[in-house]
């Protein structure tokens, strides 16, 4: 069968661009609705680079195609400064005491998915 479409296709990307990682307080309503006196209380920008792949499979051809999605991404976000619950302390004097946290902050994420074809 000559110019038959492939039934999986493998793939591999890169990107690079800026991470931001931020702690951040507010007061709310109690019901999620209003969030008010917002404040970043620490955060940090880094140079970011992505790399991914994966295989995509035709499942099921014609107008409306349904794809199989399996891949995976590893971010390289090097080292990074952030705070976790109980770094920000509340002094008697009213002022704060910061006790950021540095660690490298990369991450692999793993992805499984469909998609379907609108026709045409």
């Given at each position: 069968?000559?110019?038959?479409?492939?039934?999986?296709w493998p793939y591999a990307y890169g990107t690079t661009g800026l991470s931001y990682f931020?702690?951040?307080?507010?007061?709310?309503?109690?019901?999620?609705?209003?969030?008010?006196g917002e404040t970043t209380n620490y955060s940090d920008l880094v140079i970011a680079f992505?790399?991914?792949?994966?295989?995509?499979?035709?499942?099921?051809?014609?107008?409306?195609?349904?794809?199989?999605?399996?891949?995976?991404?590893?971010?390289?976000?090097?080292?990074?400064?952030?705070?976790?619950?109980?770094?920000?302390?509340?002094?008697?004097?009213?002022?704060?005491?910061?006790?950021?946290?540095?660690?490298?902050?990369?991450?692999?994420?793993?992805?499984?998915?469909?998609?379907?074809?609108?026709?045409?």
């Amino acid at each position: 069968m000559t110019g038959a479409p492939s039934a999986w296709w493998p793939y591999a990307y890169g990107t690079t661009g800026l991470s931001y990682f931020a702690t951040v307080s507010s007061l709310g309503d109690g019901w999620g609705h209003a969030d008010w006196g917002e404040t970043t209380n620490y955060s940090d920008l880094v140079i970011a680079f992505k790399l991914g792949g994966g295989i995509r499979l035709r499942v099921a051809p014609g107008t409306r195609p349904v794809s199989l999605d399996v891949g995976v991404e590893r971010h390289h976000n090097g080292i990074a400064d952030f705070l976790t619950e109980g770094d920000i302390v509340d002094n008697p004097d009213g002022s704060i005491t910061l006790y950021p946290n540095r660690s490298q902050a990369d991450l692999t994420t793993f992805r499984f998915g469909f998609s379907v074809g609108v026709g045409g």
